[in-house]
Nanobody
Framework: QVQLEEAGGRLVQAGESLRLSCEAS????????VGWFRQAPGKEREFVAS????????LYGGSVKGRFTISRVNAKNTVDLEMNSLKPEDTAIYYC????????????????????WGQGTQVTVSS
């Protein structure tokens, strides 16, 4: 079993940067894909970014590509999401998710492929 805890969400101004962290406990997730998803009020969950076990494959959602960067440090059991040039439309609860198995690249953007989820961290971007 893997427990995930997100941290780093807060209120920021448009154009600012923010770094979210996801820390795993319970057992290592160094062999698992990890993804970030977000959900804004009244909207469906949206894929943000994902990274495979060794960081060799990184995927990004269209709305964040070029602004967000996902990275991981397996020795620390952490996956970070660096968010730059934040916009009000980035306001959402951000969730970290981990798979319990290796994922094909085509599956890494789908929340249904992930087995463990954190409680989420709120990011609010004011205009």
């Amino acid at each position: 079993q893997v427990q995930l805890e997100e941290a780093g969400g807060r209120l920021v101004q448009a154009g600012e940067s923010l770094r979210l962290s996801c820390e795993a406990s319970g057992r290592t997730f160094s062999r698992n894909a990890v993804g970030w998803f977000r959900q804004a009020p009244g909207k469906e969950r949206e894929f943000v970014a994902s990274i495979n076990w060794n960081g060799g494959t990184r995927l990004y959602g269209g709305s964040v590509k070029g602004r967000f960067t996902i990275s991981r440090v397996n020795a620390k059991n952490t996956v970070d999401l660096e968010m730059n040039s934040l916009k009000p439309e980035d306001t959402a609860i951000y969730y970290c998710a981990a798979s319990d198995r290796a994922l094909a690249i085509k599956s890494m953007a789908f929340g249904t492929e992930y087995d463990y989820w954190g409680q989420g961290t709120q990011v609010t971007v004011s205009s």
